[in-house]
Nanobody
Framework: QVQLVESGGGLVQPGGSLRLSCAAS????????MGWYRQAPGNQRELVAG???????NYGDSVKGRFTISRDRAKNTVYLQMNSLKPEDTAVYYC??????????????WGQGTQVTVSS
């Protein structure tokens, strides 16, 4: 079985920074495209940032220039560096990605989410 486990969330003041981590565990043959999503109360889940298997990145308009997604293949981990945080960034952040187990096709997985609260 494969699991995605997020960490790094918490409470931060406006203008501050946080780094989220998403570690994939289990029997992993390959990791494909990965991404971070977020969902605030009453809102739909939205894409924050994505990274392809080749390292190409894309970002939601509201976080461009402030957030950076990266991946460490050796550690099967994806990161989201969040700078200049705003109260409107408050949400549960979810890791998502395509992972292939040995002998299987790529399948889509979600993490359990980590809360990010931006408040003074």
């Amino acid at each position: 079985q494969v699991q995605l486990v997020e960490s790094g969330g918490g409470l931060v003041q406006p203008g501050g920074s946080l780094r989220l981590s998403c570690a994939a565990s289990g029997s992993i043959f390959a990791m494909g495209a990965m991404g971070w999503y977020r969902q605030a109360p009453g809102n739909q889940r939205e894409l924050v940032a994505g990274i392809t298997i080749g390292g190409t990145t894309n970002y939601g308009d509201s976080v461009k220039g402030r957030f950076t997604i990266s991946r460490d293949r050796a550690k099967n981990t994806v990161y989201l560096q969040m700078n200049s945080l705003k109260p409107e960034d408050t949400a549960v952040y979810y890791c998502n990605g395509a992972i292939r187990m040995p002998g299987d096709n790529f399948r889509n997985y979600w993490g359990q989410g980590t809360q990010v609260t931006v408040s003074s």
